[in-house]
Nanobody
Framework: QVQLVESGGGLVQAGGSLRLSCAASTATFSNYAMGWFRQAPGKEREFVAGISRSGSSTYYVASVKGRFTISRDSAKNTVYLQMNSLKPEDTAVYYC????????????????????WGQGTQVTVSS
């Protein structure tokens, strides 16, 4: 069982930046592909960004590409989501997730392929 704890959310003005962190309670962090999802009120949880076990592959949803960057630090068992040029439509609860079955260079996109989820952190972007 892996526990994921997100942090770094908050209230920011449009155009601002936030960095989300997700700490994983596992000694085998490098065995997991990681992803960030978000869920706005009344909407389904959607994929935002993913990173492979090796860290060499990343993938982003089109709406955040060029503004968000996902990265991982195996020494700290942590995955990050750097969010720049934030827009009001980025407002949502952000969740990190871990996939224990992905290949070394595979980015997991499908929500149902993830095995573990954090509790989420709220990001609010004001206009």
């Amino acid at each position: 069982q892996v526990q994921l704890v997100e942090s770094g959310g908050g209230l920011v003005q449009a155009g601002g930046s936030l960095r989300l962190s997700c700490a994983a309670s596992t000694a085998t962090f490098s065995n997991y592909a990681m992803g960030w999802f978000r869920q706005a009120p009344g909407k389904e949880r959607e994929f935002v960004a993913g990173i492979s076990r090796s860290g060499s592959s990343t993938y982003y949803v089109a709406s955040v590409k060029g503004r968000f960057t996902i990265s991982r630090d195996s020494a700290k068992n942590t995955v990050y989501l750097q969010m720049n040029s934030l827009k009001p439509e980025d407002t949502a609860v952000y969740y990190c997730a871990a996939d224990r079955r992905a290949g070394s260079y595979t980015v997991t996109v499908a929500r149902d392929d993830y095995d573990y989820w954090g509790q989420g952190t709220q990001v609010t972007v004001s206009s």
